[in-house]
């Protein structure tokens, strides 16, 4: 018995799929039209335009563990911010601290009281001695790598071929024919 594809199926599967989701999805494909205007590729982040559909869902909220995009459907979300909502989207003592600090100020680039107890409740809790705060997981992985190298005294780092490792230069690679390290196809900027 021979295991091929049909083609031709698959094609107009995929066409049913993808008018299926333009019908669903009218206030989203109209958000990703504007939007085209005024962000490169429709999105806040390039990544994000690589949706299953032919345009990415537009969100309208999230609680918990799901979320609503602008056309009504509710979705459960696997993902959640990639770890960043990852106790659930807009937990209710998170909203609330965080609006306590915001009518107090936010980004003065100056350290608040607070941050002292965090470091201390880190060191307690993680039994290291000194801390630094990252706003991303990009700012993260770049002072990971400055320490490490300064640590050990290597330039080179090891990442997944074709992994997202934030949008650090180093890691936007891949490999060619031979293995060696190439910058990945359309990116931007140097990854030499």
């Known amino acids: ?37 005024s962000l ?25 563990a ?23 989207h807009s937990p209710d003592a998170t909203v609330q601290a965080v609006s306590e600090q915001i009518q107090k100020g936010i980004t003065l680039m100056l350290p608040y009281e607070d941050v002292i107890w965090v470091g201390e409740e880190l060191q307690r809790r993680f039994k290291l001695p000194y801390w630094q ?11 990971a790598l400055r320490m490490a190298r300064l640590i050990t005294g290597r330039q080179k780092i090891l990442v997944f071929n074709y992994c997202y490792h934030g949008s650090v230069d180093e890691t936007l690679i891949t490999l060619d024919e031979e293995g060696t390290p190439i910058p990945r196809p359309n990116n931007m900027g140097s990854a030499n």
């Open 1 to 37: 018995m021979e295991n091929t594809l049909d083609r031709n199926k698959l094609k107009q599967l995929l066409q049913a799929e993808e008018t299926l989701f333009h019908k669903t999805h009218p206030k989203s494909f109209e958000l990703y039209q504007r939007a085209r205007k």
């Open 40 to 64: 490169h590729g429709g999105v806040p982040m390039l990544w994000m335009v690589r949706w299953a559909g032919s345009f990415p869902v537009f969100v309208r909220e999230a609680k918990g």
């Open 66 to 88: 799901r979320f609503t995009d602008v056309d009504g459907n509710a979705y459960i979300d696997f993902c959640l911010g990639d770890t960043g909502a990852m106790t659930g």
């Open 133 to 143: 705060f990252a706003l991303t997981a990009t700012d993260a992985n770049r002072f």
